[in-house]
């Protein structure tokens, strides 16, 4: 079993819907990140979070440390979001990310 | 721009061959990582530098060496590549304050070992 596992691997919504991606994660941690990739491209890090909840722009994303769980929540999506939505977490000193296997999002115009 | 730069871009070897992918980060960051990325597996630590003059394997590390040269750059090395080492490398450092975001990422190496 993976130690982070996320919901639904994959997802498409239409443009404008409100969207949640899962996160699960068995072990201990120190913090939990998000990260958005594009097709080909980069990887970049949305969130770094330990507690509660965190918002930038059209983007929440919130930690229950009782239940291992995250979200990331987009609001009023766009073709644009279309990207694959990582959940990683840090665990122990030197802060080595474990990765979840991604989920892949598609927004239709 | 500042950030993580690696490279090259994209990369063929013939089962064999030695190439180092080279990653430099300008944010003065200590911590610098290389990651590989293979379909269905999500990312896998290769090794990782906590600071300069220190470097820990992780989780797939054999088949490689790495070099952190100063606190800058932080080297990836195939010694004789195979075609199982065909995947998507990424570099990626790390800010230790309490920022919302942490880590950031190279653009990534595509290598193709035939």
């Known amino acids: 079993k993976n130690e982070v596992e996320q919901s639904p691997q994959n997802l498409t919504a239409q443009e404008g819907e409100f969207i949640t991606i899962n996160c699960s994660y068995s072990?201990?941690?120190?913090?939990l990140h998000w990260l958005q990739q594009h097709p080909g491209g980069g990887i970049v890090s949305l969130f770094m979070l330990s507690s509660g909840k965190k918002k930038h722009g059209r983007l929440i994303a919130t930690i229950n440390i009782q239940e291992k769980h995250s979200s990331l929540h987009i609001t009023a999506s766009h073709p644009r979001d279309s990207a694959v939505y990582i959940c990683a977490v840090t665990t122990g000193a030197n802060s080595k990310l474990t990765f979840g296997k991604g989920i892949t999002l598609s927004v239709r115009p | 721009n500042a950030g993580v730069t690696q490279t090259p871009k994209f990369q063929v070897l013939k089962t064999g061959q030695s190439m180092t992918l080279q990653c430099a980060q300008d944010m003065n960051h200590n911590s610098m990582y290389w990651y590989r990325q293979d379909p269905g597996m999500g990312l896998r630590l290769i090794y990782y530098?906590?600071?300069?003059?220190?470097?820990d394997k992780g989780e797939v590390p054999n088949g490689y060496n790495v070099s952190r040269l100063n606190k800058r750059e932080f080297s990836l090395r195939l010694e004789s590549a195979a075609p199982s080492q065909t995947s998507v490398y990424f570099c990626a450092s790390r800010r230790q304050d309490g920022s919302n975001y942490g880590y950031t990422f190279g653009s990534g190496t595509r290598l193709t070992v035939v």
């Open positions: 530098s906590a600071s300069e003059g220190t470097t």
């Open positions: 072990v201990g941690i120190s913090a």
